[in-house]
């Protein structure tokens, strides 16, 4: 638009009603929606079927960019075999990370967007998907690790404020160990954060995950659980352990495990708002806090960027 013809578009702005002065910020707010999912769905650098950098863009299909692979031969576009193929609203979505990003229940997204709540639950499940695979894949210097416990459960994130013993499970409430699902939180001073859901709470479990992300030069900082000794004399890792049942929460300066403590509550309080997270969707919400926690100024378009797989 011309200068002088946007002046007297400006001018004609104070005679809007307030419905249609209403009208006309909606549809410039669903513009910049529009434009900003368009960006992330017409962008890639690679084949999704081979990884390839070798394609060729290939006509547009329902605004979206289609690509050829030159190397395997394929078509393919941005939501080709992830999580978001196929998902419908593409003008909502931006709203919805938006919300994701202010950690909002899906009842708020639904109403926010404009969506059912089983949309928004679904929307919720594939916007995650890809983001809970992002972890620390390189633990090096000082590494703090503990666990965590959630309640098993078909919806359910009941928490225990301190770790169960081995003697006697939760005895409050009556609950044993096999009722909670162990998590292991694992920190460097670089605040990379890598978590894993643990199939057993033993020196094995926590072998077979940590092993493949940790230098061989670590040095480990934990409490003094004997699996956790354990592990570390299994391979020859410096430890140094806190005997928190003494009241003993720094070993000598450095030693500490502090972050991971700090970690854990931030991702306790953080979880209450949810008011109850099912088993089977605990990875996502583990990927979404370390995503909030690591891009603490993360944009709708840096999260759908996620989304799609991108970093
Ligand atoms: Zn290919």
């Not at 890639?44 to 950098?53: L, W």
């Not at 003094?224 to 391979?235: I, P």
């Amino acid at each position: 638009m011309r200068t002088k013809a946007f002046q007297q578009f400006l001018a004609q702005i104070t005679k809007l009603t307030p419905t249609q002065r209403k009208q006309a910020l909606d549809n410039i707010k669903k513009m910049d929606n529009t434009e900003i999912v368009e960006d992330v769905l017409n962008t890639t650098d690679h084949c999704h079927y081979c990884g390839s950098s070798n394609f060729i863009k290939w006509g547009l299909n329902s605004n979206i960019q289609r690509y050829k692979c030159k190397d395997c031969k394929k078509t393919f576009n941005v939501l080709t075999k992830t999580p978001m193929a196929h998902l419908r609203y593409k003008e909502k979505w931006n709203d919805f990370s938006k919300d994701l990003i202010d950690s909002k229940s899906v009842r708020d997204s639904a109403t926010h967007c404009h969506i059912s709540k089983n949309t928004s639950f679904r929307w919720r499940h594939r916007f995650l998907k890809i983001p809970a695979d992002i972890k620390a894949k390189h633990l090096q210097g000082i590494v703090e690790f503990d666990e965590t416990y959630f309640l098993k459960s078909e919806k359910g994130n009941h928490h225990l404020d301190r770790k169960p013993h081995k003697r006697g499970g939760w005895a409050k409430q009556g609950l044993s160990l096999k009722e909670y699902t162990p998590v292991l939180i694992a920190r460097d001073r670089n605040g990379n954060t890598a978590d894993f859901i643990l199939e057993h709470s033993d020196d094995g479990s926590i072998a077979q995950v940590m092993l493949p992300i940790l230098d061989y030069d670590v040095l480990l900082c934990s409490d003094s659980k004997s699996s956790y000794k354990s592990f570390a004399n299994m391979f020859d890792f410096t430890h140094k352990y806190i005997n928190a049942s003494d009241g003993e929460h720094v070993v000598e300066g450095a030693y500490h495990i502090q972050n991971v403590n700090a970690y854990d509550s931030r991702l306790k309080r953080w979880m209450v708002r949810f008011h109850g997270v099912s088993t089977k969707y605990l990875e996502n919400y583990l990927g979404w806090m370390r995503m909030l926690d690591r891009e603490s100024d993360i944009t709708s378009k840096d999260l759908l960027g996620h989304s799609v797989g991108r970093n």
